[in-house]
């Protein structure tokens, strides 16, 4: 949720860019940029947007994992030691 404090002109942000980086770093809360009045842009700090990414890279496996065992439950797909062997198989890799 973007409060209030966190919104900013974009003239402001140019004057006081030092700052604006300072408070960026410190909270790690982005900041909305406006031009004109209007939601122009978004600035955030470089390692609070990598752990964004990271969550949303756990969020969605662990959507991936939840649907699997989802499938697995309704007695879906196929047992591991058949699935490995049909990949042996086409890989021309069979066990003996």
């Known amino acids: 949720m973007i409060k209030t404090q966190d919104i900013h002109s974009l003239s402001d942000f140019q004057r ?10 410190r909270t790690g809360r982005p900041e909305v940029l406006t031009l004109n009045g209007q939601a122009t842009l978004i600035v955030q700090d470089a390692a609070a947007y990598q752990q964004l990414l990271d969550e ?13 065992l989802a499938s697995f439950r309704k007695g879906e797909g196929v047992p591991a030691e058949e699935a490995l062997a049909s990949i042996l198989r086409t890989l021309g890799l069979e066990r003996p």
């Open 16 to 25: 006081n860019t030092k700052k604006h980086i300072k408070r960026l770093a």
């Open 56 to 68: 949303l890279d756990l969020a969605e496996s662990t959507r991936i994992v939840g649907s699997r």
